[in-house]
């Protein structure tokens, strides 16, 4: 088969139903690229030498450009022309990238532009820096493993699985990209076995996390206190801007990018949340709800979190800021909230509407999410010990009014 080779033609090659095939490129007569049957394209070319053809490897693509086979097809047909061609070093000799060097291809072309987290999954990777020096193929399994155990060991089983999840993301990538013809990982089973969670707060404790955060002041007491009422998660949260909300109408939109799910998200807000942000500090010139400088979204975490164990006298290791949603979650199906509803507060992907539905109502489940979300303010309000300390909650909780609990909005400067 004769085509101009094109990037986007060599992208449409279909793998090899059987046997493997060639196309040869029309600008440069020799050039050919082979398609094996996993999908594989090996850049060849061809040339009579010494009374006999000769099938020289260049390179795998796309880790070598059209452009670069070109001019590397070039330098072996003009030597073979001048006689310069060196058989002993050029026969299908090809240059095998380094595991270090595979890595920063991995996370630009795959990860940045799937995963949210990429960059988790660039730190993840750097477990294995040891191996940077490998050339691709010749990392074998019990590499992996060994680099596995020592996390292990290290205390962080769960990381391991972690590390393991994206390391065979990478080689299944390297094995498309024809880097390697096989896996060394295939069908390694994760260091650890995980149980799913099912910490939730208890009453007390959870009463107990609200007064502590009073004592931290702006941002991090206005953080935890929304990541109690709203049941988001963490990063969602932290990340807030001021652009996404609509405070007359007590609405948080969360968009697309900033979902873990990638599906824009409407938060109702409770008058709690709202006489919450209303004491929020806004800093001119920044859009973020929290943040120290203006330019980026709080951090510390684990540091906000030793502070809150002390305080309350939780174990560390036995609760995660996540575990607010799931108490969240828990209360609200004990105040008879439908599951359907309390995933669409969640943001879960089995309570979005899908398909056509999800395009024309982005509004979704809003007036039952938003009672959800006032039971579960009240509900909380409501807990025995709630006004006992701080003044925090007290300024910002008004009276009673027809029945339901109603709070008055104050601004601080």
């Known amino acids: 088969m004769k085509k101009r080779l094109t990037p986007k033609t060599i992208e449409a090659l279909p793998p090899a139903t059987g046997k493997r095939y060639e196309v040869h490129d029309l600008l440069l007569p020799g050039l050919h690229v082979r398609v094996s049957s996993n999908g594989r394209k090996v850049f060849y070319v061809s ?20 452009h670069d086979a070109r001019d590397e097809a070039r330098r072996i047909l003009r030597d073979i022309e001048l006689g310069q061609f060196d058989e002993t070093t050029s026969d299908e000799k090809q240059v095998v990238p380094t595991f270090g060097e595979v890595v920063p291809q991995f996370i630009e072309l795959y990860a940045r532009p799937r995963t949210k987290d990429w ?55 390297c094995v498309d990209r024809g880097m390697i ?44 206190w929304l990541l109690i009422l709203t049941g988001q998660r963490r990063g969602e949260v932290s990340g807030m801007r001021w ?11 969360l968009p697309a990018k900033r979902a873990k799910n990638a599906t824009s998200h409407i938060v109702p807000l409770a008058s709690l949340a709202i006489s919450i942000l209303n004491s929020v500090p806004r800093l001119e010139g920044s859009d973020l709800v929290f943040t120290t400088n203006g330019v980026t979204p709080i951090s510390g975490f684990g540091r906000f979190k030793q502070r809150l164990d002390e305080a309350v006298g939780l174990d560390a290791e036995d ?23 309390i995933e669409a507060v969640l943001n879960h992907k089995t309570g979005i509407v899908s398909g056509v539905a999800a395009t024309y109502n982005r509004h979704a489940y809003l007036d039952e999410k938003r009672e959800a979300l006032g039971q579960w303010a009240e509900n909380l309000i409501q807990l025995p ?22 709070f008055v909005p104050q601004r601080t400067s």
């Open 319 to 341: 609760w995660r800021f996540h575990d607010l949603r799931r108490t969240m979650a828990t209360n609200m199906a004990m105040m008879r909230v439908q599951p359907h509803i």
């Open 385 to 406: 010990g709630f006004h006992s300390q701080g003044s925090g909650a007290k300024s910002m909780i008004g009276t009673k009014m027809s029945g339901k609990l109603d």
């Open 47 to 66: 040339k009579r030498f010494n009374g006999r053809m000769k099938r020289i490897k260049i390179g795998a693509w796309p880790i070598l450009s059209l």
């Open 119 to 173: 960059k988790g999954t660039e730190r993840i990777l750097e477990k294995f820096s040891r191996l940077n020096t490998r050339p691709i193929d010749q990392v074998k399994r019990a590499d992996i493993v060994r680099v596995l155990d020592v996390i292990v060991a290290s205390g962080a089983p769960f990381r391991a699985n972690r590390a393991l999840a994206a390391v065979k993301k990478l080689m299944n990538w």
């Open 181 to 224: 013809e096989m896996s060394p990982v295939t069908g390694l089973r994760p260091p650890t076995k995980e149980i799913a969670r099912d910490r939730v707060l208890s009453d007390d404790e959870l009463i107990a996390c609200w007064h502590a955060g009073e004592s931290e002041g702006y941002p991090f007491a206005q953080f935890l």
């Open 243 to 253: 652009s996404e909300l609509d405070i007359e109408k007590r609405l948080w939109t």
